[in-house]
């Protein structure tokens, strides 16, 4: 009996919470400052509030980069089991984040404007990073929404309307929402953000971006060049674009493009050692660009088998459609003609020679004719031979294994064709913060808040998370280059991988007034010892 009263004793007085990789994000929240920032711009009654706005952003920023499985705004069961005072203030419990007070946190960013308050944020995380916003890379995604919204309705003005559109994810039959972003090449964080319909063209969207924020691109980011996949080569949107330079693939569509190419691509295909691009000066849209196409051996290897496939079944299918074609009877040698003429207009792969009409005679009764019998009535049949063109083959290899990369920045000299190729390629640092958003453990693919408003707040805040997640990544990154000289050790890890490596990192709490931080080893306090003081606190500031 006297051993179940200790037992019990002990349970009241220890208990753990989990701490694991949080405290990194905590951390960098805190060393940009974004709270502050917050708490500063948007107003909010002091007296009625647990906790600030600027706190209940870094609670669902944390929630979003906890990679639990649990939706971004179902935070109180996310902090059930972390060490809340210790990630966000003094005196926070997880009850305090329930989700009134998270949406009412929403409901306060919504009317200064998502857009505007991510701009400020940005604009503090690059300064701190030390930054140089050279290139801006714009591109967009969709996310699915469930339940009913506005898809009917008319909305107004600064509302997103949340309909079908065209679904990066083949998922059309799910409204929707758009997110359109602008990051810089270094780090890969967001300079700005957008939430747009579900409904969205890119082709007009990126042209109203640009020019609506033209200004602050310049005066706040001092941007350059604005990169983009062919969504921006259109020809109104480049008429406007006078006040940037800019860098943009040119559509395969485009039927200067493919001729370009058509003229270029042996000559680059026969000899990759020596050249991999090549260079001409063309005016499309009254606009004068250079245009660089280049001959990417990787694309040609995945290209060929492809085409292959693709051309042996387009081939058997036109010669099952000959076959048919030639075993059907005309009244006519001008109705066979006709139809031939038709069938050749639809050939992708094969041609028609050695054509011949032929008039065979028929018969009305059964049986065998006699032989000097007359025939009733002639019918014409085509004959002839199909062969496959070679060269239509070898067109589309072509067409696929070059592309065209487009800049209105004439100059090769101070901006080569090599740094062309090198800053178009970095556009997969916004393709890859899309692919962050949408992982399934981020849990943001699908989106389930009830208000259109709302929804548009939680684009920012889904966004806020990537940028901590980028500028977290290039702070390791940078600290661990600056100090590992051997080379020995991983100096370029992805932030989800350091997370990993902080899994297991617990906070023990002694009769609820000292804290012991579990588990941690050598490797882990030398990097928070290269990040900084603030870190170390965090992870071992044992009270």
Same mark, same amino acid.
């Given at each position: 009996?006297q051993?179940?009263?200790?037992?019990?004793?002990?349970?009241?007085?220890?208990?753990s919470?989990?701490?694991?990789?949080?405290g990194?994000?905590?951390g960098?929240?805190?060393?940009?400052?974004?709270?502050?920032?917050?708490?500063?711009?948007?107003?909010?009654?002091?007296?009625?509030?647990?906790?600030?706005?600027?706190?209940?952003?870094?609670?669902?920023?944390?929630?979003?980069?906890?990679?639990?499985? $649990? +939706? %971004?705004?179902?935070?109180?069961? =996310?902090f059930?089991d #972390?060490?809340? &005072?210790? !990630?966000?203030?003094?005196?926070?419990?997880?009850?305090?984040?329930?989700?009134?007070?998270?949406? $009412? +946190? %929403?409901?306060?960013?919504?009317? =200064?404007n998502?857009? #505007?308050?991510? &701009?400020h !944020?940005?604009?503090?995380?690059?300064k701190h990073?030390?930054?140089?916003?050279?290139?801006?890379h714009l591109?967009?995604?969709?996310?699915?929404?469930?339940?009913?919204?506005?898809?009917q309705d008319?909305?107004?003005?600064?509302?997103?309307?949340?309909?079908?559109?065209?679904?990066?994810d083949h998922?059309p039959?799910?409204?929707?929402?758009?997110?359109?972003?602008?990051?810089?090449?270094?780090?890969g964080?967001?300079?700005?953000?957008?939430?747009?319909?579900?409904?969205?063209?890119?082709?007009?969207?990126?042209?109203?971006?640009?020019?609506?924020?033209?200004?602050?691109?310049?005066?706040?980011?001092?941007?350059?060049?604005?990169?983009?996949d062919?969504?921006?080569?259109v020809?109104?949107?480049?008429?406007?674009?006078?006040?940037?330079?800019?860098?943009?693939?040119?559509?395969?569509?485009?039927?200067?493009s493919?001729?370009?190419?058509?003229?270029?691509?042996?000559?680059?295909?026969?000899?990759?050692q020596?050249?991999?691009?090549?260079?001409?000066?063309?005016?499309?849209?009254d606009v004068k660009?250079?245009?660089?196409?280049?001959?990417?051996?990787?694309?040609?290897?995945?290209?060929?088998?492809?085409?292959?496939?693709?051309?042996?079944?387009?081939?058997?299918?036109?010669?099952?459609?000959?076959?048919?074609?030639?075993?059907?009877?005309?009244a006519?040698?001008?109705?066979?003609?006709?139809?031939?003429?038709?069938?050749?207009?639809?050939?992708?792969?094969?041609?028609?020679?050695?054509?011949?009409?032929?008039?065979?005679?028929?018969?009305?009764?059964?049986?065998?004719?006699t032989?000097?019998?007359s025939?009733?009535?002639?019918?014409?049949?085509?004959?002839?031979?199909?062969?496959?063109q070679i060269?239509?083959?070898?067109?589309?290899?072509?067409?696929k294994?070059?592309?065209?990369?487009a800049t209105?920045?004439?100059?090769?000299?101070?901006f080569?064709?090599?740094?062309?190729?090198?800053?178009?390629?970095?556009?997969?640092?916004v393709?890859?913060?899309f692919?962050?958003?949408?992982?399934?453990?981020?849990?943001?693919?699908?989106?389930?808040?009830?208000?259109p408003?709302?929804?548009?707040?939680?684009?920012m805040?889904?966004?806020?998370?990537?940028?901590?997640?980028?500028?977290?990544?290039?702070?390791?990154?940078?600290e661990?280059?600056?100090?590992?000289?051997?080379?020995?050790?991983?100096?370029?890890?992805?932030?989800?991988?350091?997370?990993?490596?902080?899994?297991?990192?617990?906070?023990?709490?002694i009769?609820?007034?000292r804290t012991?931080i579990?588990n941690?080893?050598?490797?882990?306090?030398?990097?928070l010892?290269?990040?900084?003081?603030q870190?170390?606190?965090?992870?071992?500031?044992?009270?």
């Open positions: 009996m051993v179940e009263t200790n037992t019990t004793k002990t349970a009241e007085h220890y208990s919470k989990e701490l694991n990789h949080l990194l994000v905590s960098m929240y805190d060393e940009l400052g974004l709270g502050e920032v917050i708490d500063q711009l948007i107003p909010q009654d002091d007296e009625k509030r647990v906790l600030s706005i600027g706190q209940a952003v870094k609670a669902m920023v944390l929630n979003g980069l906890g990679f639990t499985n $649990r +939706a %971004l705004y179902l935070t109180p069961h =996310f059930k #972390k060490p809340v &005072s210790h !990630l966000i203030g003094e005196g926070i419990e997880a009850e305090h984040l329930n989700d009134d007070v998270l949406g $009412r +946190a %929403l409901d306060a960013i919504y009317p =200064f998502p857009e #505007k308050l991510y &701009s !944020l940005s604009l503090v995380t690059v990073l030390d930054l140089l916003c050279q290139f801006g591109d967009s995604s969709s996310f699915h929404v469930e339940g009913q919204y506005n898809s008319e909305v107004e003005e600064g509302v997103i309307k949340i309909t079908r559109g065209y679904s990066r998922r039959n799910l409204n929707q929402v758009v997110l359109q972003l602008i990051c810089e090449q270094q780090a964080i967001p300079l700005m953000m957008e939430s747009l319909s579900g409904n969205n063209n890119d082709k007009n969207s990126f042209k109203e971006t640009i020019n609506k924020h033209i200004e602050q691109m310049h005066n706040d980011f001092h941007l350059e060049f604005i990169v983009a062919s969504a921006l080569y020809s109104e949107t480049l008429k406007n674009l006078n006040e940037i330079l800019w860098i943009s693939r040119v559509p395969g569509t485009l039927k200067l493919q001729n370009v190419i058509e003229m270029v691509a042996p000559y680059l295909m026969q000899n990759p020596e050249t991999s691009s090549f260079s001409l000066e063309v005016n499309y849209a660009q250079r245009w660089l196409v280049v001959y990417s051996p990787e694309a040609y290897h995945r290209t060929v088998k492809t085409v292959n496939k693709r051309c042996l079944k387009q081939t058997a299918t036109e010669h099952k459609a000959f076959s048919r074609l030639c075993k059907q009877d005309f006519c040698e001008a109705d066979a003609l006709k139809a031939l003429d038709a069938f050749e207009k639809k050939q992708k792969m094969t041609a028609v020679t050695e054509i011949e009409i032929q008039n065979l005679p028929r018969y009305k009764g059964k049986g065998r004719p032989q000097n019998q025939p009733d009535f002639y019918v014409y049949q085509i004959k002839g031979h199909i062969y496959s060269q239509n083959r070898t067109r589309r290899i072509e067409q294994s070059c592309f065209i990369l209105n920045q004439l100059d090769w000299k101070s080569s064709h090599q740094q062309l190729i090198s800053v178009y390629k970095n556009q997969q640092k393709e890859r913060g692919r962050f958003l949408k992982d399934p453990m981020f849990m943001a693919n699908t989106l389930f808040l009830k208000s408003k709302r929804i548009r707040a939680l684009m805040i889904m966004t806020l998370c990537l940028l901590i997640y980028a500028a977290l990544q290039y702070r390791i990154r940078t661990l280059k600056i100090h590992n000289q051997t080379g020995q050790d991983i100096s370029n890890p992805t932030a989800r991988w350091v997370f990993q490596f902080f899994s297991g990192i617990h906070v023990l709490i009769n609820q007034t012991i579990l941690l080893n050598q490797h882990h306090l030398l990097l010892k290269l990040l900084g003081n870190y170390e606190q965090l992870y071992c500031g044992n009270g």
